[in-house]
């Protein structure tokens, strides 16, 4: 069964090292500046016409409130003003992005994210979905995949019956600990009244999906006040959970420098969380799908995972991957075709451009045969728990063994350990080690050699 998973401390502390997460690969460490704006219109042209299906990413960077866990690329600001100004940018790269695409490509997957893609108001949030469709083609018959994340402090009933009327029907709720004193040391203050309000009104308003995001390793949690938190939300049914690890990392975003070290648990402590999480959503029926994933078994992702359907991109697990990814807003990344391109990090910067009528790509990559290979590689391990050498030699004409000699000693590794199944055939990912695929995957890459891992979360 593929929701299986055996915890096993030794091979935990040996393998539990920083690495990427593989929303895609190449990473967005290796984007540089000599991707521009001119690469990203070619790849639009192209994939005009090839007429692939477009996945659309939203990016509204406002927040009025700081979390202090927090690494997202966000504003802090009570001023409901400063929307208007970047829905207008956001409204001209819509423009200019839409008159390079077909205007028959669907758009099968949508979300907004953030930031709190809710600090809109009601009527700009209209004002944007009706741009969306004005310049794509948005499903209107409910069939497409469109999401959004939900900060239920800026939301409410009426907040939610708008983005059903809009075309939303999958939404995910930011819960992150229910306990006061953890919410307290991150300054995000949220009952599970609050919570529980915006679950009730998804499932009335009918929609498909409810996700809520929980974070461990956050300071003043114990396994014991975690444990429960992870009681109260299995009580509120969500289709899907994502438990995250918390990275704290001061040095790199400067709202975790208001944590004290001496209020984190230990390493320790963070994995009897995971490990007391695992056992508690199995026992609710849950599935791991992988990477901090956890769906019930009718959920699309587990289905998909069955059927080898199941793919990764900068929006996570999806049944989308085929689509190209086209990312608006500041900081926003797309991956249309081999290119992946991302949009500059700072608001003002991204405002100026399209000021003046100019993309906002900042930096990206090209991927050429050698990414493409390790990324069907990555991909096929870290969606399947499963790699058949064979596909992977017919699809790119090479001979899997000789092509990754130098890492075949660590594969033995990892089989000796059991972590894997090693075969003349193929990889398998055994129970043992489905936790630990990020530091599989991580054989994969090139380009951890000589890089400053510290920049990543770890695997557990």
């Known amino acids: 069964m ?26 967005a460490v290796q984007f540089d500046h000599r991707v521009g704006s001119f690469d990203l219109l070619h790849a639009l042209r192209e994939s005009r ?17 700081i979390c202090y866990y927090c690494a997202c690329n966000k504003i802090i600001t009570k001023d409901r003003g400063r929307a208007l100004p970047y829905l207008e940018r956001l409204e001209r790269e819509i423009e200019l992005i839409a008159c390079h695409l077909d ?90 009244e609050e919570t529980r309000a915006i679950v009730e009104a998804a499932r009335t308003l009918q929609y498909r999906s409810v996700n809520l995001d929980l974070i461990y390793g956050l300071p003043k949690q114990t396994p014991d006040n975690f444990a429960r938190t992870v009681d109260e939300v299995i009580a509120l049914q969500p289709d899907r959970l994502s438990v995250f690890n918390y990275a704290h990392l001061p040095e790199r975003f400067m709202p975790q420098r208001r944590i004290r070290n001496e209020d984190l648990p230990a390493p320790a402590q963070k994995l009897e969380m995971l490990e007391r999480t695992i056992e508690q959503l199995s026992t609710a029926g849950y599935r791991y799908i992988g990477m901090d994933h956890f769906a019930l078994p009718d959920d699309e992702l587990a289905i998909a995972q069955e059927d080898g359907r199941l793919q990764r991109n900068f929006q ?115 129970p043992s ?3 630990l695929v990020r530091s599989l995957c991580m054989l994969f890459d090139r380009f951890l050699a000589g890089q400053n891992n510290q920049r990543f979360s770890r695997v557990i």
């Open 2 to 27: 593929l929701d299986d998973i055996r915890w096993d401390a030794g091979l935990i502390k040996r393998y539990d090292t920083p690495g990427p997460r593989y929303t895609s690969y190449p990473t």
């Open 49 to 65: 016409k090839a007429k692939r299906p477009l996945s659309l990413y939203v990016h509204v960077p406002f927040c009025a409130n």
């Open 103 to 192: 205007p028959g490509q669907k758009v099968e997957q949508l979300h907004f994210g953030g930031g709190t893609p809710t600090f809109l108001s009601h009527d700009e949030l209209r004002r944007l979905i009706g741009h969306l469709r004005k310049h794509f083609h948005l499903l209107d018959d409910d069939a497409g995949d469109y999401g959004i994340e939900i900060d239920p402090r800026e939301a409410d009933w009426s907040t939610m019956g708008l983005l059903r009327e809009l075309g939303f029907n999958r939404v995910s709720i930011g819960v992150q600990d229910l306990d006061p004193a953890v919410q307290r040391a991150v300054n995000r203050l949220q009952s599970l």
């Open 316 to 430: 996570g697990y999806t049944t989308h991957g085929h689509c190209d990814l086209i990312g608006l807003g500041v900081s926003a990344i797309s991956q249309v075709g081999d290119l992946y391109c991302q949009n500059s990090s700072q608001l003002l910067d991204y405002q100026a451009s399209l000021e003046q009528g100019l993309l906002a790509t900042a930096r990206g990559l090209v991927c050429d045969e050698d990414d493409r290979i390790r990324r069907a590689v990555i991909q096929q391990l870290i969606c399947e728990f499963e790699l058949e050498f064979a596909s992977i030699e017919t699809r790119f004409n090479i001979e899997f063994r000789g092509y990754f000699a130098t890492i075949w000693p660590q594969l033995q590794q990892m089989a000796n350990d059991r972590l894997i199944n090693l075969t003349e055939k193929g990889i398998d990912v055994l």
């Open 433 to 435: 080690g489905r936790l």
